[in-house]
């Protein structure tokens, strides 16, 4: 893990973001185009957001600069709108119809700025019979049929936190969607909506698993298969400390030096018959209970047999491959990812902390040239805001 430095921007320099300020994906989608080196400036609304955390510590808010707009305000959505017409993308997270009672949906900012990529973020989209319905990335991935692939056959699905709905089904469909639209808006000067929502980009995660389905190659249940923890050289175990290791030796040669460093060599060939997975699985349990993780860490670390210690979050920094690669970064005394992927010309990094609701104000009125932001005729008030709505001394 290595201290950031002062960085380079990256490949989106010169890009301007305004996010209309929610929680969850939108906010996670706002930071991968900030870490990418966008310019996105966060419009806070005054009082925080519900499950907030402390802003100063909210990564998803890094490198991003904020302003509070109060909506509701007779003159809120003249402000937004001002930031609409300079900027490349919008990214909103409400539910549909929301913006447009607000008086900042597709068509104001269109007609203050016909190129702008208009990026929505929900759950259920913006039609459908749920679109109106609230909801979280549970209930998302759950109709889906993802959530119904993880976990014991005998117990409830697991609940995945929240990176396989929000996240993977939701924000990077959002960024890869409006980098695909500002692509087309450069090309021919018309933006457009990208509608992006978590049941759509879940279900488009499972793609493979549909064609192998299709293919006869998946029974459709829980822990059956060859990636769900259904066979016994793929899943993780408990070891004798009470942690796990992770076993992914799918490969015949990646099995048999798993089989070899465990020492169980008489039982490989059950691998070809899953009326023995059962046995298998209960001999390889066994033997890895015999050994603490780090034990059998050492075991395994310089062979291909796929095997790899379960780590906590804080451990996570400290894994030698991790460290080397610096995938983990300190920035403001706040562990954290380092932006990805990786680019050879346009290399990223974590360009600054969370942005404080409001602290940028007069900056971005300044830098995007929108006085009315900082206009005490507005009303607006510049001051940083804790979650509680109160001026920041």
């Excluded at 973001?17 to 930071?31: R, T």
């Excluded at 680019?343 to 300044?366: C, I, K």
């Excluded at 040239?369 to 008030?381: E, S």
Aim: aromatic fraction near 6%; glycine fraction near 12%; hydrophobic fraction near 40%.
């Amino acid at each position: 893990m290595t201290a950031a430095t002062t960085p380079p921007h990256g490949p989106l320099t010169g890009v301007r973001v305004v996010e209309l300020a929610g929680i969850g994906p939108g906010p996670f989608a706002a930071m991968l185009l900030a870490d990418l080196g966008a310019d996105v400036v966060r419009v806070d609304r005054p009082g925080g957001q519900a499950l907030g955390v402390d802003p100063a510590h909210d990564i998803t808010n890094r490198g991003k600069r904020s302003v509070i707009v109060d909506l509701k305000d007779p003159d809120g959505p003249a402000r937004v709108l001002d930031l609409a017409e300079r900027a490349d993308i919008l990214v909103e997270g409400y539910r549909p119809g929301v913006a447009e009672r607000l008086g900042v949906g597709p068509g104001d900012c269109h007609a203050r700025n016909p190129a702008l990529v208009y990026g929505r973020m929900t759950g259920w989209g913006q039609q459908g019979p749920l679109a109106q319905r609230a909801g979280h990335d549970i209930a998302y991935i759950a109709v889906t049929g993802a959530l119904g692939l993880i976990g014991d056959p005998d117990r409830p699905p697991a609940a995945p936190a929240n990176l396989l709905g929000d996240y993977a089904g939701g924000s990077l469909y959002l960024v890869v969607g409006v980098l695909a639209a500002l692509q087309h808006a450069r090309a021919t000067g018309t933006g457009q909506v990208v509608d992006a929502a978590i049941v759509d980009g879940t279900a488009h995660l499972s793609a493979m698993i549909h064609g192998m389905l299709a293919a006869g190659a998946w029974q459709d249940r829980r822990a059956a298969n060859l990636l769900d923890g259904g066979c016994p050289f793929y899943g993780t175990y408990e070891t004798a400390d009470g942690r796990h290791v992770a076993v992914g030796a799918l490969e015949q040669q990646f099995y048999d030096e798993f089989m070899t460093l465990l020492g169980l060599t008489e039982l490989a060939p059950a691998r070809r018959d899953p009326a023995r997975w059962g046995e298998l699985r209960e001999a390889v349990a066994a033997r890895l209970k015999s050994r603490t993780r780090d034990e059998w860490t050492a075991v395994f670390e310089d062979s291909d047999a796929c095997v790899a210690p379960v780590l906590s979050l804080r451990e996570a920094p400290h894994h030698p491959h991790l460290a080397a690669r610096s995938t983990f970064t300190d920035h403001g005394g706040l562990t954290q990812p380092a932006p990805a992927p990786r680019f050879s010309a346009t290399p990223t990094a974590v360009r600054g902390g969370p942005a404080l609701p409001g602290a940028d104000t007069a900056e971005v009125a300044r830098d995007w040239a929108v006085p009315r932001l900082t206009d005490p005729r507005t009303g607006t008030d510049p001051q940083p805001r804790t979650p509680e709505g109160k001026a920041s001394p």
